[in-house]
Structure formats: structure tokens, C-alpha cells
């Protein structure tokens, strides 16, 4: 099983560009979920999925963050323009969802750097 | 805010058991205590949960108090690759009914 692959891995982009993130979770996990972490602290969550319909963005900054499930399968989180404080590393995590236990699989995480 | 008290940081020598504390005083009667860790550059990773009752499994295991207030994970013999941020984390059992808040977590260190 290859787990969930998230790419790219690391992106360095000045202020004002646009850049995005792309999440293919594991097959079979209804949930997925992006999250946030910044240097020493622990991951935030931007937004979680149920299928393809976005059940929970409340922490998702939507003046410049976007993100999309289409058919309920892989997931792109975009920031469109970003700024010097979006640097951090983008996470993306699947899981089984619904009424299973808060069991996530996490990728390895998309550094970004905003100069 | 996590619902959570770690300690910042511990260390433990190779071969020997970490036990990594966990204050979770404002539990309710159905969230679940889960442990995720996350190893440098990589994301969390998921290693136990439980409910009131210890549990175990291949990687660690978990006691939970009587009062559900406080737990302790265990991993029984410690090796460099457990040198990691371990997080506690306090959330019901369905995602539906609410998400995981990471806090800071307790940083463990291994050393040989």
C-alpha cells in the first residue's frame, strides 16, 4: 500500500505567487483532511472532507486559501496569493471517517517557503 | 486549544522503557485518548487509542487511569527510531463528531 503520497515535496516561491498542493489519500478512506504545521508547533486543521463535500472549513483562511475534492478521491489545496507567514509544511491525511475510530494516515507533508 | 498537559520534552537510553505522561483533566466520558507521533521531516503517525481500559499493541502500550484523567504510553524497550515528537490528543471516536487537536506534544529523545 503506498500510503498517502503528497506532492511536491518541497516548493520555494516568492510572495504574491500562487502555488498548490496535491494529496492522493489511501484507497478506500472517505475522510480526508489537510492540515497546517508551522516550525515547532502541531499540525492545525485547515479543512476535513466527507467524500467529495468540504464538512468542516472553519480554520481554512478562504481570502486566499481554496481547496477542492473532486470525486471524492485526490484533493488540491491552493494559496493564491501566498504570503511570507504561509511558510510552513502543508499535511494531508485519509481516513476510514464516519463513525470509525479518529485513526489518520498522514502523508509526509509539502514544505512550502515563501521569500 | 488541545485538551491536553505533556511535558516538553524527555529523555531515555536505548534498550529501556519511555513512559510518556499525559494530563487530560477536562476529559468527558466518551472521548478517547489517542497517541500519534512524528518523526523528524515525516507526518504523524498513529500508534494506539483507548477508551478506559489499557491497551497494547505491537508498537506501545497505554494505561489510563481510573479517574481517565491522566494516561501513560509505553514503549517497552526504546530504540533510536522511536526519537520523536509523541502527541496526546483527546477527541471522540467518530470524525463526525469532531477533529483531533494536536497541541505541542512531548518531544523524546533516545539517546545509545
Known amino acids: 500500500e503506498a500510503g498517502v503520497v503528497q506532492s511536491p515535496r518541497y516548493k520555494i516561491i516568492e510572495k504574491k505567487q500562487p502555488v498548490a498542493f496535491w494529496c492522493n489519500p489511501i484507497?478506500?478512506?472517505?475522510?480526508l483532511y489537510w492540515y497546517l504545521q508551522n516550525l515547532g508547533q502541531g499540525p492545525e486543521l485547515l479543512i476535513r472532507?466527507?467524500?467529495?463535500?468540504?464538512?468542516?472549513d472553519s480554520q481554512l483562511p478562504k481570502d486566499r486559501f481554496s481547496a477542492e475534492r473532486l470525486k471524492g478521491v485526490d484533493s488540491t489545496l491552493k494559496i493564491q496569493p501566498a504570503e511570507l507567514g504561509d511558510s510552513a509544511v502543508y499535511l494531508c491525511?485519509?481516513?476510514?471517517?464516519?463513525?470509525?475510530?479518529?485513526?489518520?494516515?498522514f502523508g509526509a507533508g509539502s514544505r512550502l517557503t515563501v521569500l | 486549544d488541545a485538551k491536553t498537559t505533556q511535558p516538553p520534552s524527555m529523555d531515555c537510553a536505548e534498550g529501556r522503557a519511555a513512559n510518556l505522561p499525559c494530563n487530560h483533566s477536562t476529559i468527558s466520558g466518551n472521548e478517547y485518548v489517542y497517541w500519534y507521533r512524528q518523526i523528524h521531516s515525516q507526518g504523524p503517525q498513529y500508534i494506539i487509542h483507548g477508551l478506559k481500559n489499557n491497551e497494547t499493541n505491537e508498537m506501545a502500550s497505554l494505561i489510563i487511569t481510573e479517574d481517565r484523567k491522566s494516561s501513560t504510553l509505553i514503549l517497552p524497550h526504546a530504540t533510536l527510531r522511536d526519537t520523536a515528537v509523541y502527541y496526546c490528543?483527546?477527541?471522540?471516536?467518530?470524525?463526525?463528531?469532531?477533529?483531533?487537536?494536536f497541541g505541542k506534544g512531548t518531544k523524546l529523545s533516545v539517546k545509545p
Open positions: 490528543i483527546v477527541g471522540y471516536y467518530g470524525g463526525s463528531q469532531g477533529n483531533l487537536i
Open positions: 491525511a485519509s481516513s476510514h471517517g464516519g463513525t470509525g475510530a479518529n485513526v489518520l494516515t
Open positions: 472532507y466527507e467524500n467529495e463535500e468540504a464538512v468542516d
Open positions: 484507497s478506500g478512506h472517505n475522510t
